[in-house]
Structures are given as C-alpha cells and as structure tokens.
Antibody, heavy 116, light 112 residues
Framework: EVQLLESGGGLVQPGGSLRLSCAASEFTFSIYAMTWVRQAPGKGLDWVSSISPSGDSTYYADSVKGRFTISRDNSKNTLYLQMSSLRADDTAVYFC?????????WGQGSLVTVSS | DVVMTQSPLSLPVTLGQPASISCRSSQNLVHSDGSTYLNWFQQRPGQSPRRLIYKVSNRDSGVPDRFSGSGSGTDFTLKISRVEAEDVGVYYCMQGTHWPRTFGQGTKVEIK
C-alpha cells in the first residue's frame, strides 16, 4: 500500500523558516509527480506546489511564490517543502500527495503553526 | 486562475436518501491531452482527504458504487445514490487541468 509520511512541522515565529519532508514508500517514487496541499484550521483545501518526477519542473501558488521551494531527492524517496518568511496565514496542516493532475494518495499531514 | 464553485455548501441528508453535489469551473477542463482532470475528494472528520473519483467519472478502488461522478466541460456532479452514516464529511472537487490547481470550497454532508 502506498505510504506518504510528512514530518518537520511545528511552531515557528513570523518571518522564520521550516522544512517539511514527505517520505514515500511502496511505490516507485521517481516516476511520479508530487504535490503539497495545505488546509488552514477549519478551512478548505488549498494547493501549494507541485514538482515533476525528475524535479526539473516546479509550480507554485502565488501566495507562496518566492517564499517556498519544493524539491525532491529520488535517491531517498523524499519530497521536501522549504518554507521561509513565514506568515500567520501560512498556519495550516500541510499534506503531501502523489501526482499533480489527480492526487491519488495523501499523507496524514503535518501541522505548521506560525505565531509569536 | 480557474475558479471552482460548489453547491450546495451544506447538505443535510436523510439516511438512505440520495445526495448530489454540483461543481462548476470558470474554464473548460479538457486538457490538451484529451483528458478532463476533474477529481472528487472526501474528507471525513479528523482524516486526510481521500480521492473518490478521478477524470470526472472513474471511481477509485475500494470506493462504494453508490458514489458516481458525471459531467463535462465546466459542469460536474457527484452523486451518492443512498447516503450512509460513513459518508458524513466534506466533499471537494479539484481541477488538475490548469495551473494553478484549484479546489472547490467544499460541501459539508451531514445526516438530518
């Protein structure tokens, strides 16, 4: 069964940085695009970023462009989201998901709280 | 950006009765490869989203056949033929054709 396990969330001050990881298993990670989606407390789903299988193509929501960087290490079967200049409105559960047109598997999420 | 508009946003349903959720997109969702990347997700309370339907009408493995998806172009529908207690949650449509990807606001299904 496909597994996606996010980690790296926590409490960070406004303006701070954090890196999320998503460890993938039970599928050939290197041939799938991957995506980050977030959900603010009590709110709906919000697409954040996607990356191609090789990592040479990346896409970002306008709200995070220039502040967040998506990347992957296919040798480690791991997806990353480097977040900087964090703001209060970045507070959310961050999910990683497989694919980018049709998100077929999702992780359990990692909570990021931006607060002083 | 493609705006995805769901209705209704709240859907109280009697057990065993049908339910229908509409999702309309502000642009045609047919991709240049010919596919229409319209997905439906279910999020039960306290859980991660789970995909139910992909490419408009394809049901995922393990999804009960009481769930069905239909539509084309800019107008799509998720139907539950007979609502069961385990169907309580929020349902989202999402388009995967255009960048940026966008979700509908979500429809909360609850039992009357």
């Amino acid at each position: 069964e496909v597994q996606l396990l996010e980690s790296g969330g926590g409490l960070v001050q406004p303006g701070g940085s954090l890196r999320l990881s998503c460890a993938a298993s039970e599928f050939t990670f290197s041939i799938y695009a991957m995506t980050w989606v977030r959900q603010a407390p009590g709110k709906g789903l919000d697409w954040v970023s996607s990356i191609s299988p090789s990592g040479d193509s990346t896409y970002y929501a306008d709200s995070v462009k220039g502040r967040f960087t998506i990347s992957r290490d296919n040798s480690k079967n791991t997806l990353y989201l480097q977040m900087s200049s964090l703001r209060a409105d970045d507070t959310a559960v961050y999910f990683c998901a497989r694919n980018w047109g049709d998100l077929d598997y999702w992780g359990q999420g990692s909570l990021v709280t931006v607060s002083s | 950006d493609v705006v995805m508009t769901q209705s209704p946003l709240s859907l109280p349903v009697t057990l065993g009765q049908p339910a229908s959720i509409s999702c309309r997109s502000s642009q045609n969702l047919v991709h240049s490869d010919g596919s229409t990347y319209l997905n439906w997700f279910q999020q039960r309370p306290g859980q991660s989203p789970r995909r139910l339907i992909y490419k408009v009408s394809n049901r995922d493995s393990g999804v009960p056949d009481r769930f069905s998806g239909s539509g084309s172009g800019t107008d799509f529908t998720l139907k539950i033929s007979r609502v069961e207690a385990e169907d309580v949650g929020v349902y989202y449509c999402m388009q995967g054709t255009h960048w940026p990807r966008t979700f509908g606001q979500g429809t909360k299904v609850e039992i009357k």
